[in-house]
C-alpha cells in the first residue's frame, strides 16, 4: 500500500504564489514519474505538470512559464511551485504517483486532493 500526503493549497490572491508538496510512503517499489493534475467538478482530470525519475519535466500550455514542478527522489516528494496565480487556476489539484512494480507493470497512485483558491 502506498499513501500519498499533500499539503499547500489555500487561498491566495490573484497575483500570488502557492507551493504545493506531495510525499509518497508505504511500500513504493520504484518511482517512475509524480506529477499534479487538477480538475473541477464539471470537467475532466487534467494534467497540470510531470516530472520522471530522471528529471524531464513536461507542462500542460496554461501553466508554462508560471508553474514550476521538482522532486526530492531520495524523499519520494514532489513539489509544485505555483506563481502568477490566476482566478482560473481555482481548482483541487491531485498528486499523481507512477510506480513501476514490475518491468512491464506500473501502478497509479493519487492523493486526496489539495483546494487551492484564488479570489481577491
Known amino acids: 500500500q502506498v499513501q500519498l500526503v499533500e499539503s499547500g493549497g489555500g487561498l491566495v490572491q490573484p497575483g500570488g504564489s502557492l507551493r504545493l508538496s506531495c510525499a509518497a510512503s508505504?511500500?513504493?517499489?520504484?518511482?517512475?514519474?509524480m506529477g499534479w493534475y487538477r480538475q473541477t467538478p464539471e470537467e475532466q482530470r487534467e494534467l497540470v505538470a510531470v516530472?520522471?525519475?530522471?528529471?524531464?519535466?513536461n507542462y500542460a500550455e496554461s501553466v508554462t512559464g508560471r508553474f514550476t514542478i521538482s522532486s526530492d527522489n531520495a524523499k519520494n516528494t514532489v513539489f509544485l511551485q505555483m506563481n502568477s496565480l490566476k482566478p482560473a487556476d481555482t481548482v483541487v489539484y491531485y498528486c499523481n504517483v507512477v510506480d513501476r512494480v514490475a518491468a512491464t507493470m506500473i501502478v497509479d497512485y493519487w492523493g486526496q486532493g489539495t483546494q487551492v483558491t484564488v479570489s481577491s
Open positions: 508505504g511500500s513504493i517499489f520504484s518511482i517512475y514519474a
Open positions: 516530472i520522471t525519475s530522471g528529471g524531464r519535466s
